[in-house]
């Protein structure tokens, strides 16, 4: 899966229609969450770093779940912008996710495992968890 990783509130209208995951690197306003959604209306969740979701509304959050949009904590390690706009999670992360179940794990399980392995967030392993079966 793409990340789109998204810098600043200016390139919120850059963004395609077609994009599924959304990083915002920086501290969205509830105006910014409503442009991004309504410029991208097949988005399935928003990636914002944990000192980032504390500060978003109620309201915004009830008008995500409303839409279906995942609000995902954590932050995009090692990605750099000026190279690439997106970041990718590894075809490698879902062979394992794959692997993990044919083995029996149960997705608390492999979330957990894979959590410590990879270092990925929670929030977003739960999210590829929950969209990969």
């Known amino acids: 899966m793409k990340i789109r990783v998204v810098s600043s509130k200016e390139e919120i209208e850059s963004l395609g229609t077609n994009e599924e995951m959304v990083h915002l690197a920086f501290r969205p306003s509830n105006t910014d969450i409503l442009t991004l959604v309504t410029k991208c209306p097949n988005v399935k969740a928003l990636h914002i770093p944990t000192s980032y979701k504390r500060t978003i509304s109620k309201s915004t959050q009830m008008f ?70």
């Open 64 to 133: 995500l779940d409303m839409k279906g949009i995942a609000l995902i904590e954590g932050d995009v390690w090692g990605h750099r912008k000026d190279i690439n706009d997106y970041s990718e999670v590894s075809d490698t992360v879902y062979e394992s996710i794959d692997q993990y179940r044919k083995d029996g794990l149960s997705d608390d399980e492999i979330g957990a495992k894979m959590e410590r392995e990879l270092h990925m967030s929670t929030d977003l392993l739960k999210f590829l968890l929950k969209n990969r079966k």
